[in-house]
């Protein structure tokens, strides 16, 4: 029973990078060539993202429900929301209700996810760090939290990619300044981190599902443009 308890633990810990093997987002016949991905469909291209926004948004859940298990008791759970962190990223020009996503060009789809995807990249690199000051912070969630760290350059590599091909943009660069989006000078108390620690998980895992969805979303209009809600 014991070793097979250790088996399902590996499992978890392994299976991200499993799945990321067995469908790589980096163009195989051009291993170099992530940007510009030249041998490769548009298509095929649309579903490795895709896939890779998937797991990300995946693991993102995992992580935050492992972190809440190991560190917020249920009272402070009731009242994250009132704690007052707010996302990062709620400054973003990006809409969040149902009918202004469907109403989103495909051009911005793409340009939101890059959004999203670049304004993340630090604060998870922090996230790795401030998890190394914790007493008794599983190693699976280390291992999760550096996992997304690093695929989410991976994804950003791929929206790039999509931007070129579908937009036909040789070169690409964000209209928003996410300069200053996340900046933390001062050394918190272990409660107020903690909380911070939290809402950051939080907020990533909605972003996460933001960018699955507007990708999901493109992936639909390319088959049927009048039926994707």
């Known amino acids: 029973m014991h070793e097979k308890r250790n088996r399902g633990v590996w499992g978890l810990l392994l299976w991200p990078y499993i799945l990321t093997v067995s469908m790589p987002l980096d163009c195989k016949e051009e291993p170099g060539s992530l940007t510009r991905c030249p041998s490769i469909s548009q298509e095929k291209l649309l579903d490795r993202v895709i896939h890779h926004a998937e797991l990300i948004y995946r693991v993102s859940e995992e992580s935050c429900s492992l972190f809440e298990e190991m560190f917020i008791p249920l009272p402070l759970r009731l009242q994250s929301n009132q704690a007052g962190f707010a996302c990062i990223t709620k400054t973003l020009p990006i809409p969040s209700s149902k009918s202004e996503i469907e109403q989103m060009s495909d051009k911005w789809l793409l340009h939101s996810v890059l959004m999203l995807v670049q304004s993340w990249i630090e604060p998870l690199v922090y996230l790795q760090t401030t998890l190394d000051h914790y007493d008794h912070a599983p190693e699976m969630l280390v291992n999760k939290t550096?996992?997304?760290?690093?695929?989410?350059?991976?994804?950003?590599?791929g929206v790039v990619a999509l931007i070129k091909k579908m937009l036909d943009e040789g070169t690409f660069t964000t209209t928003y300044n996410e300069q200053g989006l996340f900046q933390y000078d001062t050394l918190p108390d272990?409660?107020?981190s903690v909380m911070r620690d939290y809402t950051l998980l939080s907020c990533f895992k909605k972003d996460a599902h933001k960018m699955e969805t507007f990708l999901k979303l493109?992936?639909?209009?390319?088959a049927d443009k009048y039926n994707c809600a």
Do not use: D, N, T, Y
């Not at 996992?147 to 950003?156: G, N, Y």
């Not at 493109?218 to 390319?222: A, D, G, H, N, T």
């Open 146 to 157: 550096k996992w997304v760290s690093e695929k989410l350059v991976s994804l950003e590599q």
């Open 190 to 192: 272990m409660l107020e």
């Open 218 to 222: 493109l992936k639909c209009r390319q």
